[in-house]
């Protein structure tokens, strides 16, 4: 098998979609100009390994997404944080892959379904069964299903038989010591490898950082691997704007630290908020108001920092999974990501599958003089940043979130972007529309309560995954935050709005 590149720079920078027709002995693999190709495989992203070796498959820390030949078979990667899953669409002559669900879909001409209102819903089921779904299914406009894979690798050989593995698995730490030395090691790989010369576009690290535990503690991991520059949020609807900006501490750090207003985007007019639509709640639209400075980065955040570092949580997320988590956060920014050309990268997702090891660490002896009284208790992250001479009382103290927004409330759309969607959803419900609309309604309406009653009677706690649990994830555990039904047609909104970013020339 061989791969047959067409690079075209009406694409995305970072975006790449695959064509496996039957009985052809290659791969058709369409990119934007970000995208490193060699003979052997492609990639946008990093690894914690050399760049000349190209032996992405076998690294056990990978941020962004691509694919390697291996024999007969290729194999389709997304990332170990979770943050860039891949797609796919198997058709009975062709099978297409892509790092964008717009992408995937539009090579293969089909569509979201028109009124179907639980894509939210859906992603976040795939997502929380972690390793444990290595494919989730999205619904089309046919009988085909829109395909997602999380933190996996998708082999695909010349008879077209499909195969899931996961990514290869590092050795577990001991101790604190040898687990915040296995974080800053793996950091200081990904940045190395990010950067090297040898590479077409190489890429310059830039920490978010908040007064969280989790953004602290990565912009600790960032800044001790050679990281300079931070961003930061501040609130300008809030009483105190700044309550949440990490400046100070990116400072302390030796970091020049950019503040940016996480309402920016609101006073934008050119419905930029549709490149995050596809995932309606924990919405990165913030991220629009520092576009300029993401180009040609490696972001690194604090995602999954709030479970791993958890002292409850980390016990039982068992192959990254998480019963409990009502939204995905970081997802929404997929299309942003691929047209601005950055990577992201979440270093507590390095060495995450050995939680058990990590939960050990967090709540032992050598761990306690980094405790503290309440809810909000992270010793792990509150060490990193105590030992890199942070003040105890500069981070860590409450949780503010002011990294996403949620696009169920009218106030957290620009006017010309809610104008735009809201006659999308009028005109998508009319005609013959109209009888199957109301019938999602009304099956909406009637999940919500459902899960809304269940969550009364058994809770909202942390629990381990179980296959019950998965079966039943939001009456057996906790449910998603709720999307209301005037919000629940974004997925298709962005869509209509970001597929001609996706025609390929006719002849392809």
């Given at each position: 098998?061989i ?7 009406s694409l995305p920078r970072?975006?790449?979609g695959?064509?496996i027709d039957?009985?052809a002995?290659?791969?058709?693999v ?6 490193e190709?060699?003979?052997a ?9 050399q760049?000349?070796?190209f032996?992405?498959?076998n690294s ?9 030949l291996?024999g007969?078979?290729?194999r389709f990667?997304?990332s170990t944080?979770?943050l860039s899953?891949?797609?796919s669409?198997?058709?009975?002559e062709?099978i297409?892959v892509?790092?964008?669900p717009?992408?995937?879909?539009s090579?293969a001409?089909?569509e979201?379904h028109k009124?179907?209102p ?5 992603l976040l089921?795939?997502?929380r069964?972690?390793l444990?779904?290595?494919s989730?299914?999205?619904?089309t406009?046919?009988?085909e299903?829109l395909?997602?894979?999380?933190s996996?690798?998708m082999?695909?050989n010349t008879?077209?038989?499909i ?15 040898s687990?915040q ?9 990904i940045f190395?490898?990010a ?12 920490a978010?950082?908040s ?5 602290t503690?990565?912009a600790?991991?960032a800044?001790q691997a050679?990281?300079?520059?931070a961003?930061t949020?501040?609130?300008s609807?809030h009483p ?6 990490g400046r ?5 750090l030796?970091m020049?630290c950019t ?5 920016t985007?609101?006073k934008?007019t050119?419905?930029?908020e549709?490149e995050?639509g596809l995932?309606a709640t924990?919405?990165?639209t913030?991220m629009?108001a520092?576009e300029t400075q993401?180009a040609?980065r490696?972001?690194?955040?604090g995602h999954?920092?709030?479970t791993?570092w958890?002292?409850?949580?980390s016990?039982?997320c068992d192959?990254?999974?998480l019963?409990?988590a009502n939204?995905?956060s970081g997802l929404s920014q997929?299309?942003f990501?691929l047209r601005?050309?950055?990577l992201?990268?979440?270093p507590a997702?390095?060495?995450?599958r050995?939680n058990r ?7 032992s002896?050598?761990m ?6 309440g809810d909000?208790?992270?010793?792990i992250?509150r ?7 942070l ?6 103290m409450q ?6 927004a949620?696009f169920?409330?009218e106030?957290?759309?620009s006017?010309?972007?809610?104008a735009?969607?809201?006659?999308f959803?009028?005109?998508?419900v ?12 009304a099956?909406?309406?009637?999940q ?5 009653v269940?969550?009364l009677i058994h809770?909202?706690?942390?629990s ?5 649990k998965?079966?039943f ?6 449910c998603?935050i ?5 919000y629940m047609?974004?997925f ?14 006719k002849?392809?």
């Open positions: 098998m791969i047959k590149y067409s690079p075209l720079g970072l975006a790449w695959a064509r039957k009985g002995g290659y791969v058709s369409f990119h934007g100009k970000g995208v190709t060699t003979p495989g492609f990639i946008e992203g990093a690894w914690n390994g760049f000349v070796s032996d992405v498959i056990t820390i990978i941020c962004g997404t691509g694919a390697v291996a007969e078979s290729i990667f997304s944080d979770r899953p891949i797609f669409i198997v058709l009975a062709s297409f892509s790092n964008s717009v992408f995937a879909l090579m001409e089909l979201p009124t179907y639980f894509y939210t819903y859906d089921r795939t997502w069964e972690g444990y779904c290595l989730g299914k999205l619904k406009d046919s009988a299903s395909r997602v894979h999380f996996a690798i082999t695909v008879q077209r038989s195969s899931f593995d996961t990514h290869a698995l590092c050795a577990a730490p001991e101790d604190y010591t687990y030395a296995k974080l800053l090691d793996g950091v200081k790989q190395e490898n950067g090297d010369p040898q590479r077409k576009h190489s890429y310059k690290p830039l978010a950082i007064k969280g535990y989790d953004s503690a990565t600790v991991l800044s050679g990281c300079t520059e961003v949020y501040f609130d609807r105190e704007p700044y309550s949440d900006s100070e501490n990116a400072s302390r030796g020049g503040e940016y207003d996480r309402w985007y609101l934008m050119d419905l930029a549709a995050f995932y924990a919405v990165s913030p629009l520092m993401l040609g490696i972001l690194v955040s999954f920092g709030d791993i958890g002292k409850e949580k016990s039982v192959n990254l999974s019963t409990w939204h995905i997929i299309e990501r601005v050309g950055y992201a990268f979440a997702y390095i060495g995450a050995h090891k990590t939960h050990r660490i967090a709540i002896d050598e306690q003089p980094w405790s503290i009284p909000y208790d992270r010793p992250p060490r990193m940043a105590e030992e890199a001479s003040p105890s009382n500069s981070f860590g949780k503010k979130a002011s990294s996403h949620h169920i409330f106030k957290n759309f006017k010309k972007t809610w735009h969607y809201r006659n959803v009028k005109l998508s009319k005609g013959k529309q109209r009888l199957p609309c109301l019938v999602w309604r099956l909406a309406w009637s919500h309560f459902v899960w809304k269940m969550n809770g909202q706690g942390v381990k995954s179980s296959k019950i998965r079966a994830p939001y009456i057996l555990h906790k998603p709720l999307v209301p039904w005037p047609l974004t298709q909104w962005s869509f209509s709005l970001l597929k001609n970013r996706y025609d390929l020339p002849n392809e």
